[in-house]
Structures are given as structure tokens and as C-alpha cells.
């Protein structure tokens, strides 16, 4: 109460001063915002320590990583001599003059390229007339080599699609990657005007480009959407537009102060980040709306701006102050999670809600005051007499009041039945959560309509799934004894009686390519008898082809390739990854290599593994930080415990909405179980808090308790969840599937908290009054 009273104070008798305090601490988060960085890759929410994460960072080290670009080639036929031209011109150094950045690019490979190698080891160049460059075109695609490596791989047998495939460098910066992608789709576009083919670029810099461009195009979108809708709920409250932009600028501020601090801390905009400032919005909205609900009761009584705000600083601000702290619990859960996105969100929300509370309970009294203390007393007293009158004449807040008592007093008089039906749902929702699906596609968080997914979706119509898995080998690999080993392991991936799906194959023999199978493909369908045979055909097919996206130079890695189409369902991924790693542990064993499995089905199923432990743990440890906070707020274990009833509701709800449209666990509601136990908790608070002040008033008469509890806090409950709830639902005209199901999900949650505030609580509070005073069930008693 006294850092209350000081705080209060000062915004009284200093209200400038705090102004400019906030103004320069505004002014250092602006440049830590202009400091922020986005990532969207699917890696970067891995946890480490990971053997699928140990083996990407070993590739990046020793491949120069697997970031590629695709260019997909569309014509009548992408065999003539204007197509290939085009083709041809897409070179590291042609890509740097035009002005992709230096080293960015480490290769560039298409069906033509062992033609234009054979050119270069011939010392002839590759021929520029049209007649000629079309028959070498033809004899190259009619040897037995491009039959075999070739056509079906990086063109298509009808020669109407090809692939150019550009590799990049593994760690560019997010700036250099989207200049990277800048510069390339201008390249692309421009070399293939007016050659009737049409090109699609896709790959890792194409899709952080555009997703990029689309979180800052939908953050802005529902932010506004959010915004208007704050606007309206603070004109319907207060009926005054500076008690509209008043709270909006001390939100708005806060918000620019979570995106500084993310800037200093170095904690990066990702997917996840898009929903912060909805959060904010609705939890800052509630904090400002009960400090000028408060202010404006005391001015209703005479008191005049100086008394008004330092009791509205001194009484909500503790209210607010609790409401804060069990929020930040509800988010503190998450750092305990391997996931570090994850850890981030959780970071960033504590500090948010921290800077609301700051906010609300400094800058918004201290505006107040400057706004106030000149205010003419005559257009001041109107407006409040506005006010009051509205209060005490609005129909649809008397129909409230009516609807929250009947249903309260009813749930009271059959608190039994009430507790028989919590617990019959609840075990339903346990039934749920144990049959929840998990999703972590990260595509699943971009609309088909990015120029990025489009062309994935293309090329994968094309030439099947690119989706690119590998194994990681590493040991003597060029001995005869050990591609035999590599080829028996690609074989078994193939052939394992898991790998079916309706009768399709998962991976399919043709899309597994290895150092093995080049060997093979280039001794006549067999591995020399020795080393330095082996070692001998692959001097002879470096002079055809790069094979430096297969094997080191020292001959002590290599990389089995995977292509597939990304899985759909969880079982999937989990049926495709353990085929990779059983194979990989019985060769590694017979052949005495070191085999590991990465790419982003391995990565995204160790994941997803570790998806509904994530959820378990943070939405445990938000119950106990809670109860504590609870127990210490109530002097009261059991007051504690039973006010927790309300997050349960919440949870409830949210579990069998997820299991009824069956929606699955994904990186964003993977979120809302912590989500709801920080925002929902308030409802039960505010409730056990009234409950017992009237219970002591009311000479412990519990319906009478009740009753006026309810009737008190109901109305104000009502509008804060709604508020709050119309701020997520804003989520669910989200173009990206994953933001519209975490908002409506965590939006019906909410209502779910609400219900049990208003219901569910009332009748356990009954309950143990009763036991702890030894009387009779209130159930026994006349309605």
C-alpha cells in the first residue's frame, strides 16, 4: 500500500515529471525497436541439444548447409535454345552483378549443367546458335548418364517443367537472406522475359522474405482491427474521447516499449510474436478501464481530480497489481519449455504486462491529472452526472445483473449437481487431451497465396515432394564394403513395410540419391572392387557434375538425400523418422559409420514429440505460481485452492473445443492452456475477494454473500472478458490458419473462465463456508 501512495503521489503532485520519464525511456526503446530482427525458420524453435539439430549444424559446417533456392521452370518445352539460355545465365556471378550479395551463393545447378562442365573440360564452349544448342541439348538428354540422373529429377521426361536449384550460404543474416530473395526474384523475372516460359522462385530466403512482408502486413491488419475495436469498447464506457486516446496512447506506449526491449534484449520477431500486441491490447484494456472506472466513482462523490486519482492508485492499483502478477505467472510457465521461441514469448509477455502495470498506475493517473485539474467544473459535472445517470438506467447492464444473479443463486441452491456436472466434464476433457492431435508444419502458418508457397506448391505438382530430409554419414565412406552398406540402407528405407500410406510410399527408392548411387549409376550398376576404383570414378564424374553436395572432399562425410512430401498428421512423421533412424542404427552398426538423421520432418517430429510435454509442464507450474500467489492473496489455503476452479473451466473448454473441431496442438495453442490460467485467474480473484468481504458484512449469510458478490463484480467481469475475448476473436479473421485458431480457441477459453467465475465458484465458495462452519449443505436448504 505505501509504493502505492508514493506512486499516487507523484503522479499528483509531479505529473509533468512522470511524463518526461516515460518520454525518454520511449525514446531509448525506439532505438532498441529499430534493432529488432524476424525469424520464421522452423530450426530456429528447435531446442538444442537435439541429435536431428546437432546433425543440421554439423551440415552447415561442412556443407555450407542445405539452404537452397528453386527455381521452377515453366514452358511448351524447356528444351529450346531461348528457355536454356535463360537457364544457363543463372550463375553465382551473374546473381552477384545483379546484385545478390558476395559468397552468398555457393552453387548453382540445373539439367544443364554437366553440359556446360563437359563444354568447359573440353575446353569448347557450349554452343549459342539455336540449331546447334538444341541438338546438344538433345544428344545430352539422350545418354545413358541424364536418362539415369537426370530426366525425372531436375526435368521433367515431357520437357515441359525443369528445376534450377541454387545453393546459399547457411548463415546469412535474416537482411542479407531477404536480399538474397530481393534480388534473385527480380534476376529471374527479368531473364526470362519474353522467352514463353514462366518462372517461380521458392526456398528458405524466398519464404523468410514473404513471411516476413506477411507478419508485418497481418500484425498491422489485426492490430488495427483490435484497435477499433478498443476504441468503441472505451467510447461505449466512457462516452469522452480523451478517455478513448488517453488509455490508447498508454497502451500504444507500452507496446513500443515491448518492442524496444525485445530490440535490446536481442529477442527476435517470430511466428509467434504476431499475436503480442492483441495480447496486449486485451490485458492493458482491463487495467486502464478499472483505474478510470474508479476515478470517476470518486468524482461522482466530490472529490475533486488530485483526491480521485490518488484513491483510484491506492485501491485498483492493488487489485491491478494482483491481477499482473498471477498474469505473469501464467507466462512465467513457459520458461521452463526446451523450446526456445517458446522461452522468448513467455519473456516478452512478462515484460509487457510488467510495462502496462507500470504505465497504468504512473502516466495514465498523471494525464488524468494535467487533463483534469483545468477542466471547468460546470462540463465536468454534466459529463459525470452523463455517467452516472447511464450507470444506473442501462438495460442491458440491468439485464445482466439479472442474469448473473438468477444463474448464480440457482448454481448455489444445487451446488451439488453443479459439482457432479464440473467433474463429469472435466474427466471428458482429460479423455480429450489424451486424443489431442499435434501439428508443426510451420506452412501451416502461411496462406497458399505467398509467392513463396505457390511456387513450393508448384514445383511439388511437378516433380513430387521436396521436402528434403538427410542422413548424415560420416566415416570411411569410399571404401567398396561401405557404399555397398549405404545402398542396402537406402533399400530398406525403401522397402521397410512402414513406409506405405494407402499404398503409396512415403519415400519411394527413386528419390533416395547418394555418393552410393552416383558410384553405382557410373560402373556399369555395380561398386568397384576397391577404393582407388572408386576413387577413380569419381575423379571421372567430377568432370560431369559437382559433387560437393554429396560427400567432403576427404571422403570422411556424406549426405543421403531424402525427398518426400511433408506428412500431415503426427503418426506420419513419427512412422517416416523412425524408419530413417532404425535403418541408419543397423548400418551404422554392421558398417561401423556414424549415421544421423536430420531434416525437417525429423526435425519437426522431434518436436511435436516434445509438444504435449511442453503443454503438460507450463500449464502445471501456472497452476502452482498461481495457487501461491492465491494462497498468499487469501490467507487461505482452501480459498486459494477452490478460486483456481475458474482456470480449470477455462482449460475444460479449450481442451474439448480442440478435440470436438479437431484442431490440433500447434506452436501457437500449444500456448493457451498457460494463456488462460494468466488472463482467467483474474475472473475467480475478483469473485473470492467480493465473496468474502460481503460474507463478513452479511454476518456470514452465504446467499445473501453470494448474491451481491455477483451482482457487484458481475457487470464489470462481463465486460472485461468480453473485451478481452473480442480482442482474440479479432484473431480469427487472420488469413493464417494457426492465428485463427489460437484466437478463437483462447476466446472461448476465456468465456469458459467467465462461466465457472460466475456459476462454478459461487457454489464451491458455498461448500467450504459451510464445512468450515460445520452447517448444513445449502442444498438443504429452501430455495
Known amino acids: 500500500m505505501k509504493l502505492f501512495a508514493l506512486l499516487a503521489r507523484v503522479s499528483e503532485k509531479r505529473p509533468w515529471l512522470v511524463v518526461l520519464g516515460v518520454v525518454l525511456i520511449t525514446a531509448f526503446m525506439f532505438v532498441g525497436a529499430s534493432r529488432l530482427t524476424t525469424e520464421m525458420s522452423q530450426e530456429a524453435m528447435m531446442p538444442k541439444g537435439y541429435e536431428s539439430i546437432e546433425a543440421w549444424d554439423a551440415i552447415s559446417d561442412e556443407f555450407g548447409g542445405i539452404s537452397f533456392e528453386t527455381v521452377l521452370v515453366v514452358a511448351d518445352d524447356v528444351t529450346v535454345p531461348r528457355v536454356a539460355r535463360a537457364m544457363m545465365d543463372i550463375t553465382p556471378e551473374s546473381l552477384e552483378s545483379a546484385g545478390v550479395p558476395e559468397g552468398s551463393v555457393i552453387s548453382v545447378e540445373s539439367y544443364l549443367e554437366p553440359l556446360k562442365q563437359q563444354a568447359e573440360m573440353t575446353g569448347e564452349p557450349v554452343p549459342t546458335g539455336n540449331i546447334q544448342l538444341g541438338i546438344a541439348i538433345e544428344m545430352f538428354l539422350s545418354s545413358e548418364y541424364a536418362k539415369e540422373q537426370i530426366v525425372g529429377k531436375s526435368i521433367l521426361k515431357d520437357e515441359k517443367a525443369a528445376l534450377v536449384n541454387i545453393q546459399l550460404k547457411d548463415d546469412l543474416s535474416m537482411n542479407e537472406e531477404k536480399e538474397v530473395a530481393n534480388n534473385l526474384e527480380e534476376f529471374i523475372a527479368d531473364r526470362f522475359i519474353g522467352t514463353g516460359a514462366e518462372a517461380y522462385v521458392s526456398g528458405f530466403a524466398s519464404m523468410q522474405k514473404d513471411s516476413d512482408e506477411f507478419m508485418m502486413s497481418e500484425t498491422r491488419i489485426l492490430f488495427s482491427a483490435a484497435f477499433l475495436f478498443i476504441m468503441l469498447v472505451l467510447y461505449l464506457t466512457f462516452r469522452r474521447f480523451s478517455d478513448i486516446f488517453l488509455p490508447l496512447l498508454v497502451i500504444i506506449i507500452a507496446i513500443q516499449w515491448i518492442m524496444g526491449m525485445m530490440g535490446w534484449l536481442g529477442i527476435a520477431y517470430t511466428t509467434m510474436s504476431v499475436t503480442i500486441m492483441p495480447l496486449m491490447l486485451g490485458i492493458n484494456i482491463a487495467y486502464v478501464i478499472h483505474l478510470l472506472n474508479r476515478y470517476y466513482e470518486e468524482r461522482e462523490t466530490g472529490n475533486n481530480p488530485f483526491e480521485s ?206 555418393i552410393a548411387d552416383l558410384v553405382k549409376d557410373s560402373s556399369g550398376d555395380v561398386i568397384p572392387g576397391s577404393e582407388e576404383e572408386v576413387e577413380a570414378v569419381l575423379g571421372e564424374l567430377s568432370n560431369q557434375m559437382p559433387l560437393a553436395g554429396f560427400i567432403t572432399d576427404d571422403g570422411k562425410s556424406a549426405m543421403v538425400m531424402l525427398h518426400s512430401e511433408m506428412p500431415d498428421t503426427e503418426d506420419e512423421l513419427r512412422v517416416i523418422t523412425n524408419i530413417y533412424r532404425d535403418s541408419a542404427l543397423e548400418t551404422a552398426e554392421e558398417a561401423g559409420l556414424t549415421i544421423r538423421a536430420t531434416g525437417f520432418t525429423v526435425l519437426i517430429s522431434d518436436l511435436m514429440g516434445n509438444m504435449l510435454p511442453t503443454q503438460f509442464k507450463t500449464s502445471a507450474l501456472a497452476l502452482l505460481l498461481c495457487l501461491a500467489v492465491l494462497i498468499i492473496v487469501f490467507s487461505s489455503f482452501k480459498y486459494g485452492f477452490v478460486t483456481l476452479i475458474v482456470v480449470v473451466c477455462g482449460i475444460t473448454v479449450e481442451i474439448i473445443m480442440l478435440y470436438a473441431l479437431n484442431w490440433p496442438l500447434d506452436f501457437m495453442t500449444v500456448t493457451i492452456s498457460s494463456m488462460l490460467i494468466g488472463l482467467g485467474i483474474d475472473f475467480g480473484i475478483h469473485v473470492t475477494f467480493r465473496f468474502r468481504e460481503e460474507l463478513r458484512q452479511h454476518d456470514g449469510d452465504l446467499g445473501e454473500s453470494i448474491r451481491e458478490a455477483v451482482l457487484k463484480v458481475g457487470r464489470s467481469l462481463v465486460a472485461a472478458a468480453f473485451t478481452t475475448c473480442g480482442v482474440f476473436a479479432i484473431l480469427g479473421i487472420s488469413s493464417a490458419i494457426m492465428m485463427r485458431r489460437f484466437g478463437l480457441t483462447i476466446a472461448i477459453g476465456l468465456l469458459g473462465a467467465l462461466v465457472g467465475a460466475v456459476l462454478v465458484l459461487p457454489s464451491l465458495l458455498a461448500i467450504i463456508s459451510r464445512k468450515s462452519n460445520g452447517e448444513t449443505a445449502p442444498g438443504e436448504e429452501s430455495a
Open 309 to 514: 486519482i490518488t484513491i483510484s492508485v491506492k485501491t485498483v492499483g492493488v487489485a491491478v497489481f494482483l491481477t499482473a502478477v498471477t498474469t505473469m505467472f501464467g507466462f512465467a510457465s513457459f520458461l521452463i519449455t526446451d523450446m526456445p521461441q517458446m522461452r522468448d514469448f513467455g519473456i516478452v509477455c512478462m515484460l509487457g504486462i510488467a510495462f502496462s502495470f507500470i504505465l497504468s498506475v504512473t502516466l495514465l493517473p498523471a494525464i488524468i491529472v494535467i487533463r483534469d485539474r483545468r477542466k471547468k467544473s460546470e462540463k465536468l459535472d454534466t459529463h459525470l452526472e452523463k455517467m452516472k445517470k447511464r450507470r444506473r438506467e442501462a438495460r442491458y447492464g440491468v439485464l445482466i445483473d439479472k442474469t448473473l444473479v438468477r444463474s448464480s443463486m440457482a448454481a448455489y441452491h444445487h451446488h451439488w449437481i453443479v459439482t457432479a456436472g464440473l467433474f463429469l466434464v472435466i474427466a471428458f476433457a482429460v479423455f480429450a487431451s489424451f486424443n489431442l492431435k499435434t501439428g508443426a508444419d510451420i506452412n501451416a502458418f502461411f496462406p497458399d497465396s505467398l509467392p513463396s508457397v505457390k511456387a513450393e506448391n508448384m514445383t511439388a505438382e511437378y516433380f513430387g515432394g521436396q521436402q528434403q530430409d538427410i542422413l548424415l554419414v560420416e566415416g570411411d565412406i569410399l571404401k567398396p564394403e561401405n557404399l555397398e552398406a549405404l545402398l542396402s540402407m537406402e533399400d530398406s528405407i525403401a522397402n521397410d513395410p512402414r513406409n506405405s500410406n494407402n499404398g503409396e510410399k512415403y519415400v519411394t527408392r527413386d528419390s533416395i540419391m547418394s
